[in-house]
C-alpha cells in the first residue's frame, strides 16, 4: 500500500537536488535574521567513527567549525541521564534527574506507556516514553526536572522550539509540550497533528494515545515502525553476519522528512533538537564495528547533508548554529576474552568448537546482579522488575563451551516463569517487584553499563555487605554510595561525582560494570560487561569506561571558530549554556559553562587547570575476587595472587575568565591487585 508521506520523502529528495519544480516559497522563513540553532543528537556516536570516508558531511562540518577532541559525556553515561544534561546544562545531582530506568519507591501507582501498554510503577521503570515523563512529571509535582530547562528558557522569551526524533529522549527538552514536536509515537501540538493529516502526512501510528480525537487515515500505516533485526536459530541472540543494515532508518527518514518539508519552513523554529536513535540502537543489536553500524552512520550523515542542502535553500543557513553531538561512546558487550574467547558465528549459530581472537564475536557480557545478589545468599529478598530471561549467549559461553548462566526448562504449570510462560526456557529467574515489600528488600534498576540499587530500609550493614560483594567479584566495577552512608572503603560518595541529589531522588548505590578499554571487537577498541537484557545486546554504554564517556560533539555557524580543534577539555552539561549565550537566553547557575573558547566575537579566556588527575579511593585490602565464570563463588573461581582493591577517578578541570570553574569526569576504573 502507497501511504502518503512517501509523497513528502520525495519532496525533500527533490530540494536535495535542488530542484525548482518542488521547492517552498522563501518568503515563507524571512521572520528577521536572528540566529537559529539546531541541535542534532546522534545517539551513541564514538568521536573514532567520524572519517571523511565514513561520515563525509559530519567530518566536512567539523573542518569548517568547532571539533571539540575532549568532549565529556555524564556519568552514569545513559542516553537519558544525558538528555537531561544538553536539556539544563546540569550534572544529575543538580537537575535530579536519573532515567534511563528508575525505581519510585514502594508504589500502587499504574499507567499507560505510549503505546497504552499497562505501566505499574511498583517496578522500575524505562523512561524513553512520553506517557511515562508526563506521569512521572506529574509525580513530582511538575518538577521532573529542578532547574530551568534550555527550551523552556526560550519559550519564556517568545522563541519558537520543535524536538524531533528518539521516543523520550527528545520530549524531556520539552516534557510540557510548549513548542511543536514529532518522536516516533505521538505528535504535538494537537493543532500540529491535524494540520499534518490535512497535508497529507501520515502520523505516528501511536498518535492518538495522546490525542483521543485524533483518528487515522485509512492508509495512514506506521511510519515509525523498526525493522526486524537478524537473529541467530536460539530466536533471541542477534546475527551480526546476516544483520547488515540498520532497521531504524526509515522511522528516522521520515521524521527528517515532516521537519525539513514541514516545521522548518512553515513553523520556522528558533531552537530545534533532533535526536535520532542511530547509531546507537544499531550498535546495541549488532555492535560497533558491524556492517550495520557502518550503514548507520552513513544513513545518519546523509540525512545531515540532507538538513545542510534544506537549510541552504530555505537561506537559513548563514544565520543557523548547527550542533552536532553524542549522548555518550559505545562499547562492545564482552568480558575477558582470556575466559570467553571470541566465536565465529556460522547458519546462524555460534560455534563452539574454536575460537576467533581476530574476527570472532563476542559470547559473553551479560550480567544478572539480582541474582548473583540472590544465589550467594547476600540479599534475602532482591528484585530488578524483570521475569525470567532466555539468554544463552551472550550470558557467557565459557572457553570449554559450557554457559555461565545454564539453560533450564519451566514446568508445565510454569512455577519458575509464570503460567503464561508455562515450559519455557530460560536461563535466569524471575525478580519481579511484590506488592508488598520485605523491609529488607533491594531493589535494582539495571541499566546497562550502570546499575542502581535502592534499599527502602537505608539499612547500612546491608549497604556493606552488598558493597563488599560487588568489590569481589570481577564484572563490576567503580561504586557510588549515597553521602548519607559516610566513608566506605573501596568506594567514593556520590556527591564526588555529582550524583547526590539533596531532594533525595538518587539511588543508594551506583555501580558501574567492569570494562576493558584495550580490547578489541571487530576492530573497535572498547568492552564491558553490562546488566543482562531482556533482549540480548551486542554494543552498550552506560559504564565510567573512557569509551563511554568519551563522546562526539561538533559544531558550526556564525558564531563558531571556523577551522578550529578545540584541546580544552568539555562536556555535554555545557550545551545548554552555550546556546543559552548564543540566543540571550536565561538559564542561571548550570553546572556547565560557556564553551567561550570556540566561539567568535569572545573576550572571555578559558584555561586548564588541570587534565586526567587521579584521585583514589581508600583501599580495601585481604579480599578474595572472583572470576565471572560461574553465578555462585566458589573457590574454583577464585582470582589468587590479588587481595587489595581501590577505584581510581580520573577529572580535568577548566576554569574563565569570568570565574566559572568545571570539573569533568574522565573515567573511573576499579583496580584489583
Not at 556492517?291 to 537561506?315: E, N, P
Not at 549565550?581 to 536565561?586: M, S, T, V
Amino acid at each position: 500500500m502507497k501511504r502518503s508521506y512517501l509523497r513528502y520523502t520525495v519532496s525533500v529528495v527533490c530540494w536535495i537536488l535542488l530542484s525548482t519544480a518542488c521547492s517552498v516559497n522563501p518568503t515563507l522563513v524571512k521572520e528577521g535574521e536572528r540566529r537559529k540553532v539546531i541541535l542534532f543528537v546522534w545517539d551513541g556516536l564514538r568521536p573514532d567513527s567520524v572519517s571523511l570516508q565514513t561520515t563525509p558531511n559530519l567530518w566536512t562540518l567539523s573542518q569548517r567549525g568547532v571539533f571539540f577532541r575532549k568532549n565529556h559525556s555524564t556519568y552514569p553515561t545513559f542516553t537519558m541521564m544525558n538528555s537531561s544534561s544538553f536539556s539544563t546544562g546540569d550534572f544529575p545531582g543538580t537537575a535530579g534527574f536519573y532515567g534511563n530506568t528508575v525505581w519510585l519507591g514502594p508504589s500502587t501507582r499504574q499507567g499507560q506507556n505510549a503505546s497504552r501498554s499497562a505501566v505499574n510503577y511498583n517496578q522500575p521503570v524505562f523512561t524513553e516514553d512520553w506517557n511515562i515523563l508526563t506521569s512521572l512529571n506529574s509525580y513530582y509535582n511538575g518538577q521532573l526536572m529542578l532547574v530551568t530547562r534550555l527550551l523552556e528558557a526560550a519559550q519564556a522569551k517568545q522563541l519558537k522550539t520543535c524536538i524531533v526524533g528518539k521516543s523520550g529522549a527528545a520530549l524531556l527538552f520539552d516534557v510540557t509540550r510548549g513548542g511543536y514536536g514529532i518522536d516516533e509515537n505521538m505528535v504535538f501540538p494537537e493543532s500540529l497533528a491535524t494540520e499534518l493529516q490535512a497535508k497529507g502526512y501520515a502520523l505516528p501510528k501511536n498518535s492518538p494515545v495522546m490525542w483521543p480525537g485524533i483518528t487515522l487515515a485509512s492508509n495512514n500505516g506506521s511510519p515509525t515502525a523498526f525493522g526486524a533485526k537478524a537473529l541467530l536459530s536460539d530466536g533471541v541472540t542477534s546475527d551480526p553476519t546476516m544483520g547488515k543494515a540498520s532497521v531504524y532508518y526509515s522511522a528516522n527518514q521520515y521524521m527528517l522528512n515532516v521537519y525539513l518539508s514541514y516545521l522548518l519552513p512553515f513553523k520556522n523554529p528558533d531552537v530545534s533538537v533532533i535526536w535520532f536513535r542511530d547509531p546507537d540502537s544499531t550498535e546495541h543489536g549488532y555492535g560497533p564495528g558491524s556492517a550495520a553500524y557502518l550503514d548507520a552512520l552513513g544513513k545518519m550523515d546523509t540525512m545531515l547533508g540532507q538538513l545542510i542542502t534544506q537549510l541552504h535553500h530555505l537561506h537559513m543557513y548563514e544565520r543557523t548554529n548547527i550542533i552536532v553531538v553524542s549522548d555518550h561512546g559505545h562499547n562492545s558487550v564482552a568480558g575477558d576474552v582470556s575466559l570467553f574467547p571470541l566465536r565465529d558465528i556460522q547458519d546462524r549459530a555460534v560455534v563452539t568448537t574454536g575460537t576467533d581472537s581476530v574476527h570472532g564475536y563476542s559470547v559473553s557480557g551479560d550480567v544478572r546482579l539480582a541474582q548473583l545478589l540472590a544465589d550467594n545468599s547476600i540479599v534475602t529478598h532482591v528484585y530488578d522488575g524483570l521475569g525470567c530471561i532466555m539468554n544463552p549467549v551472550m550470558s557467557g559461553i565459557l572457553a570449554d563451551g559450557k554457559q555461565v548462566y545454564p539453560t533450564q526448562a519451566d514446568d508445565a504449570d510454569g512455577t519458575v516463569c509464570g503460567k503464561d510462560s508455562m515450559n519455557h526456557q530460560y536461563t535466569t529467574r524471575s525478580f519481579k517487584v511484590p506488592d508488598t515489600l520485605e523491609k529488607d528488600a533491594v531493589i535494582i534498576a539495571a541499566n546497562g553499563g550502570s546499575d542502581y540499587l535502592y534499599l527502602p530500609g537505608k539499612d547500612s550493614a546491608t549497604i556493606n555487605k552488598i558493597i563488599n560483594f560487588l568489590q569481589s567479584r570481577e564484572e563490576f566495577g567503580a561504586i557510588f554510595v549515597d553521602d548519607k552512608y559516610g566513608d566506605i572503603p573501596g568506594t567514593f560518595k556520590m556527591s564526588a561525582v555529582n550524583l547526590e541529589n539533596m531532594a533525595g531522588r538518587n539511588p543508594d548505590i551506583i555501580v558501574s560494570y567492569n570494562f576493558d578499554e584495550n580490547a578489541i571487537v571487530q576492530n573497535m577498541k572498547g568492552t564491558e560487561y553490562e546488566s543482562m537484557p531482556v533482549n540480548s545486546n551486542r554494543g552498550m554504554h552506560g559504564s565510567f569506561s573512557p569509551v563511554d564517556v568519551h563522546n562526539t560533539l561538533v559544531a558550526s555557524g556564525p558564531d563558531f571558530k571556523s577551522r578550529f580543534e578545540d584541546d580544552i577539555p568539555s562536556g555535554n552539561i555545557d550545551v545548554a549554556p552555550t546556546i543559552s549565550y548564543l540566543l540571550g537566553l536565561n538559564l542561571p547557575k548550570t553546572d556547565g559553562r560557556v564553551l567561550y573558547e570556540a566561539l567568535t566575537h569572545s573576550d572571555v579566556t578559558v584555561r586548564v587547570v588541570s587534565q586526567k588527575n587521579a584521585t583514589n579511593s581508600a583501599p580495601v585490602s585481604g579480599m578474595t575476587f572472583y572470576k565471572p565464570t560461574a553465578v555462585m563463588n566458589s573457590n574454583s573461581a577464585v582470582d589468587s595472587g590479588k587481595s587489595t582493591y581501590t577505584i581510581n577517578l580520573y577529572t580535568s578541570t577548566v576554569e574563565d575568565s569570568t570565574g566559572k570553574s568545571v570539573t569533568y569526569f574522565d573515567y573511573a576504573k576499579a583496580v584489583r591487585q
